[in-house]
């Protein structure tokens, strides 16, 4: 399995910095490669740009942004989806890596 790379966004990347350490604990524990990392909605587009992403998760704070996301993701074919809210709420990374997973087409 190739390393994967999860993005996750949210409105300032903080809340989900716990959530990523989770994340990655969980992907470890599986043994998956995966550089799971947070931003900011507005240093998403940076990110995209300059990194191979695999699958961008957004925070449901920021679900309201899916549409626009999913415009600007159209000719790269990165799957896209809104982190279940009670998992983020529980910070259930195992839960969110396997929805990030699902996506990419590796679960």
Do not use: H, W
Request: charged residues 25%; negative net charge.
């Amino acid at each position: 399995m190739t390393k994967k790379t999860i993005m996750l966004v949210c409105s300032a990347g903080m809340s989900t910095s716990l959530l990523v350490t989770k994340m990655q604990k969980a992907a470890d524990a599986e043994g998956i490669e995966a550089d799971i990392f947070a931003v900011s909605a507005s240093d998403a587009d940076n990110n995209i740009a300059n990194k191979p992403v695999d699958v961008l998760l957004l925070g449901p704070q920021v679900r309201f942004m899916k549409a626009d996301f999913e415009k600007r993701l159209e000719s790269k074919g990165i799957p896209l989806d809104i982190i279940n809210m009670a998992d983020y709420g529980m910070m259930n990374g195992e839960k969110v890596l396997q929805q990030a997973l699902t996506l990419i087409g590796d679960k």
